[in-house]
């Protein structure tokens, strides 16, 4: 089945250290995006790539680092810099053909906690 | 500043019990209006897109409206399946296929 895989579903870090968030998609989608999710508030876009090697700041970048080296791929790093990172981040994917639905296909999410 | 705030935040409802949330946004160049659909520890599941005022879309139970200013979603006679949080977005045309998220609305529908 197609669809967008994100682990480690559960990931626990202490402070100080660098964590990678895995997202891949077997959909064949050209966009991808990082959206952070906080207790009882809606997505908040981090970063997205609209093409392979090619990446842009969403609205709540610092601390967060990408790459898109493979259409597939769209691996999220939080940086020791990130200074509140306990959330629950979620990873969606998009056609950018055609005309746009706003259908964005969203992973099971992984949720970080920090010690 | 561009804003989608949706209420209200919560929502108890009776099985059988129909009633509406609001999605208002204050932003210029709407490109589209977009419901989502997500359960506890999942990630959100598209429901609608709108494009312009006056436009609805319908499925099963639920309805969206849309106007200059606003987008409802009308839930009729919910079931206990339907409880979830329901999120709006909204597309400003800007480079690449962002979209702008509210807070969401989480329904309960009690048997």
């Known amino acids: 089945d197609g669809g967008i895989t994100q682990s480690p579903k559960y990931l626990f870090r202490k402070e100080g250290q660098n964590v990678t968030l895995s997202c891949e998609q077997n959909?064949?989608?050209?966009?991808m995006y990082w959206y952070r999710q906080d207790p009882g508030q809606g997505l908040r876009l981090i970063y997205y790539?609209?093409?392979?090697?090619?990446?842009q700041k969403g609205d709540i970048a610092e601390g967060y680092s990408v790459s898109r080296e493979k259409k597939e791929s769209f691996p999220l790093t939080v940086t020791s810099a990130q200074k509140n990172p306990t959330a629950f981040y979620l990873c969606?994917?998009?056609?950018?053909?055609?005309?746009?639905?706003?259908?964005?296909?969203f992973g099971e999410g992984s949720r970080l906690t920090v010690l | 500043e561009d804003q989608v705030t949706q209420s209200p935040e919560a929502l108890r409802l009776q099985e059988g019990e129909s009633s509406s949330l609001n999605c208002s946004y204050t932003?210029?160049?709407?490109?589209?209006l977009f419901w989502y659909r997500q359960d506890p520890g999942k990630g959100p599941e598209f429901l609608f897109t709108?494009?312009?005022a006056g436009e609805e879309k319908e499925k099963e139970r639920l309805k969206a409206t849309l106007t200059k200013k606003e987008s409802f979603l009308h839930i009729t006679a919910p079931k206990p399946e339907d409880s979830a949080t329901y999120l709006c977005?909204?597309?400003?045309?800007?480079?690449?296929?962002?979209?702008?998220f509210g807070g969401g609305t989480r329904v309960l529908v009690k048997p």
């Open positions: 932003v210029s160049g709407l490109r589209g």
């Open positions: 959909l064949n989608h050209d966009a």
């Open positions: 709108l494009y312009s």
């Open positions: 969606a994917s998009s056609i950018t053909s055609g005309t746009y639905t706003g259908e964005l296909f």
């Open positions: 977005a909204v597309h400003l045309g800007a480079a690449g296929n962002k979209l702008t």
């Open positions: 790539s609209q093409i392979v090697n090619d990446f």
